[in-house]
């Protein structure tokens, strides 16, 4: 499998996905515990529940027709375990610094008579 940037995933490690639908809400997850963990839920801590996400519900488009939320930490956990032994170091310095005061990244869209309309949030912490 061949990664973007042209980065092969560490061979025998199994990239899983986890897809969800519930009316007009898709999931989609990696590995095993995600949809387990989805499932599982108990009331008040949800997605909905978390701090970050609220906050870029917040700053979204009133009426989205189209929302993406990233939690960038968690993603950047999910990166660092794909990422090749020899490209650690790289990663270390070149990479990490920078995505790591990132808290996440939201994207929302409307359709509206004159158009197309969308907002890109990119939540930062203090390095």
């Known amino acids: 499998m061949s990664l973007p940037g042209g980065v092969e995933a560490p061979a025998g490690t199994p990239i899983e996905f986890s897809i969800a639908a519930k009316g007009r ?8 515990a995600f949809m387990t963990g989805v499932l599982n839920v108990q009331p008040g801590s949800s997605l909905a529940d978390q701090a970050g996400y609220k906050k870029a519900a917040e700053r979204s488009l009133a ?9 960038v930490r968690g993603a950047i956990s999910l990166a660092e375990g794909l990422v090749p032994a020899e490209m650690l170091a790289q990663w270390e310095s070149d ?33």
């Open 25 to 32: 809400v898709i999931l989609l997850g990696v590995g095993d």
């Open 63 to 71: 009426g989205s027709r189209t929302s993406v939320y990233v939690a």
């Open 95 to 127: 990479i990490k610094p920078y995505v790591t005061p990132i808290d996440s990244v939201s994207i929302s869209t409307t359709s509206e008579v004159a158009g197309t309309r969308s907002r890109l949030i990119i939540t930062v912490s203090q390095p």
